[in-house]
């Protein structure tokens, strides 16, 4: 048997709020183009490891919770926003986040746990951000006309601040109203 797994830093009550808002102002001038990430779903993905093997489950738990119970906790700043590929292929509308030195840090032990374990090393730079929407497939030449000309109009740049004090290991179920995590541990920072 097999977890669809991945690890993320968790966004607070304030800071989802803060999203909410910005989506949804987004929202009132943009095309219908985008399905938008809800508030459950809105964290910072570290590490989508995809299928987990159970063998590996406990002892990775404890791995996790050796390694980043060490770390101290540290602010987070989010600002700005932006669109993955580009604007003329869009695929996530994001929320950018400041690489800092104890962030990148989080990332490199988490990567190195799991290629402990076997686990491929992701190959792109790891690129801080949080998905706040997604865009349709099929989308016309003329709605992404309509986006990108919006979208330069609108554009306004977010920011927020955070103090991250926990890391969490999360399991991702694929269910046809979208993917349902469940918590398998959580590691708070010192």
Do not use: C
Request: cysteine-free; charged content about 20%; proline content about 4%.
């Amino acid at each position: 048997m097999s977890y669809r797994v991945f690890t993320a830093l968790d966004l607070s009550e304030q800071v989802i709020s803060a999203i909410i808002n910005y989506q949804k102002n987004l929202e009132q001038h943009l095309p219908p183009i985008l399905r938008w990430t809800k508030a459950d779903q809105l964290h910072i993905t570290l590490k989508f490891v995809g299928e987990l093997r159970e063998s590996h489950l406990q002892s990775l738990q404890s791995k996790i919770g050796e390694v980043f119970s060490g770390v101290e906790k540290f602010q987070l700043q989010l600002l700005g926003s932006g669109i993955f590929p580009n604007v003329k292929n869009p695929r996530i509308l994001w929320i950018g986040i400041h690489p800092s030195h104890a962030l990148l840090e989080v990332v490199n032990k988490n990567e190195e746990i799991f290629q402990t374990f076997g686990y491929p090393i992701e190959k792109r730079p790891f690129q801080a951000h949080i998905t706040i929407a997604r865009f349709k497939d099929n989308v016309t030449h003329q709605e992404l006309s309509q986006f990108q000309f919006q979208w330069n109009t609108i554009k306004q740049d977010f920011q927020a601040q955070q103090s991250m004090d926990h890391l969490t290991f999360y399991q991702s179920t694929l269910t046809t109203q979208g993917p349902i995590y469940k918590i398998i541990t959580k590691v708070d920072f010192h």
